[in-house]
């Protein structure tokens, strides 16, 4: 258990279809981010909330839309995605950008 | 983009064995994280590498990073089946994430 929690942890969705994924931390850290891993690429990094402000935003389509309503909480929204977009997304937050800890990711796949 | 590197990319080997990862880079970092990543959960930090030529130890592994902060290695001693996962590195504070080494230990 490190501290973070996502919902849900398996996800099917259809390309029309729009759907949220959640992220939560108890650790009072200020930083949350979004990262995809996909088979055999590298981690990527999405999305970064520093006090609830987005300091970056890694090129990322916007059919992915962030929100993050206070340090605690982090939301991705998803639509009209592409089967390409199948993968597992990772939150993680950290204090002060150092030590990462990440959720257990929500597994996606886009029919 | 500052691309890490790491080899090899898969390794599978038998219990009490030695083995070394590899995390190579173009680019110098201030710091270099590892982390082990286990089926169906998310990445765990291993331990963060700040000065050129340092080593650091954790149990079994020891972790160095490079002389020009360009790379690092991790090795593993007397391998057990609990350190099968998919070892990953990043740098600039964790920005970017190598591709990552997916490790087996058989029993």
């Known amino acids: 258990e490190t501290g973070v929690t996502q919902t849900p942890r398996h996800l099917v969705m259809g390309m029309t279809n729009k759907k949220s994924l959640k992220c939560e931390q108890h650790?009072?850290?200020?930083?949350m981010y979004w990262y995809k891993q996909s088979a055999k690429k590298p981690l990527e990094l999405m999305f970064v909330y520093n006090f609830k402000e987005q300091t970056e935003n890694n090129s990322v389509p916007s059919r992915f839309s962030p929100e993050c309503p206070n340090s605690s909480h982090l939301f991705l929204h998803l639509h009209t995605l592409q089967p390409e977009d199948s993968a597992l997304y990772l939150c993680a937050s950290s204090l002060h950008n150092e030590k990462l800890f990440f959720g257990s990711g929500t597994q996606l796949s886009v029919l | 983009t500052q691309l890490l590197e790491q080899s090899p990319q898969f390794l599978s080997i038998q219990e009490g064995e030695n083995l070394t990862v590899y995390c190579n880079s173009s680019s110098v970092f201030s710091s270099l994280q590892w982390y082990r990543q286990e089926p169906g959960e998310g990445p765990v930090l291993l331990v963060t590498v700040v000065t050129g030529g340092e080593v650091k130890k954790l149990k079994r592994l020891t972790f160095q990073f490079g002389d020009a902060r360009k790379d690092s290695s991790l090795h593993i001693t007397a391998a057990q089946p609990g350190d099968t996962g998919l070892y990953l590195c990043?740098?600039?504070?964790?920005?970017?994430f190598g591709t990552g080494t997916r490790l087996t230990v058989i029993p």
């Open positions: 650790l009072g850290h200020n930083a």
């Open positions: 990043a740098g600039a504070n964790n920005l970017f």
